[in-house]
Nanobody
């Protein structure tokens, strides 16, 4: 069974930093794009960052210059380095990935989410 397991959330003061990690585990043959989304209370889930298999990235305009996304293909882990955090970054952050399970077709998976809270 394929899973995405996130870690690294927490409480930080405005201007601080956090690093989120998300590792794919289980039985699969390949991992393609890995991404981060977030959902603040009362708002829709929104895109934050995407890292392709070749390491190229896309970032939402709201986080450009503050957040950096990267991955290590050897252990199928994606990272989100968040600097200069603002209270408006407070949200549950979700990992997302396109994964091909053993003997299966490509599927899209979500992690369970990790809370990031930025105090003013």
């Amino acid at each position: 069974q394929v899973q995405l397991v996130e870690s690294g959330g927490g409480l930080v003061q405005s201007g601080g930093s956090l690093r989120l990690s998300c590792a794919a585990s289980g039985s699969f043959v390949a991992v393609n794009d890995m991404a981060w989304y977030r959902q603040a209370p009362g708002k829709q889930r929104e895109f934050v960052a995407r890292v392709r298999h070749d390491g190229s990235t896309n970032l939402a305009d709201s986080v450009k210059g503050r957040f950096t996304a990267s991955r290590t293909n050897a252990d199928n882990t994606v990272y989100l380095q968040m600097n200069s955090l603002k209270p408006e970054d407070t949200a549950v952050y979700y990992c997302n990935a396109n994964i091909r399970p053993n003997m299966g077709a490509w599927e899209n998976y979500w992690g369970q989410g990790t809370q990031v809270t930025v105090s003013s």
